[in-house]
């Protein structure tokens, strides 16, 4: 084998192992319960003009038994692995669908968009944002009537 040629297929395995590792996202483990959720994340961003396709291979999502009662939801960052975003299993059972997207879109408001708590409220007290820290501040006014306006606010912030 003469020189060119070592140097060219060096390349060519160069190359492939980028790939391969390029394509770890594919492992991106999202429980199913959750995937139409993730979907529909996507979805409502895409219409507001927010693009996360990219975004949407780098944040995993699991249904767990989460030991501090008072959380329902955590979004944990990993320098190493995906986001993570992790859901209270009793929560899950318990709630019904509103409740649930909500919780789910608040955490992904952190591991997708990377916003922070926003606490203020409006004139009646409830909460601007579906980002707030909790239901002890404002009060949280989500459910499906008043669902656009809040999304409206969480892919424009
Ligand atoms: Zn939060």
Not at 24 to 35: G, H, M, P, Q, V
Not at 36 to 64: Q, T, W
Not at 82 to 105: N, Q, Y
């Amino acid at each position: 084998m003469n020189m060119r040629m070592y140097l060219a297929l060096t390349f060519v395995l160069l190359w492939m192992t980028s790939c391969e590792k390029e394509t770890a996202s594919d492992e991106n483990y999202i429980d199913s319960d959750l995937t139409p959720y993730f979907e529909n994340f996507v979805e409502e961003a895409a219409k507001r003009g927010v693009d996360l396709e990219l975004m949407r291979d780098m944040v995993s999502g699991y249904i767990e038994d989460i030991d501090d009662g008072s959380v329902s939801g955590q979004c944990r960052h990993d320098a190493d692995a995906p986001d993570k975003v992790i859901i209270d299993r009793t929560f899950w059972r318990t709630a019904g669908t509103s409740r649930k997207e909500f919780l789910v879109f608040h955490e992904l408001g952190h591991c997708m968009l990377g916003r922070s708590h926003i606490d203020t409220r409006d004139s009646n007290g409830f909460c601007v944002s579906i980002m707030h820290s909790s239901s002890d501040v404002c009060t949280n006014g989500y459910s499906y009537s008043t669902r656009a306006e809040y999304l409206d606010e969480l892919f424009s912030n």
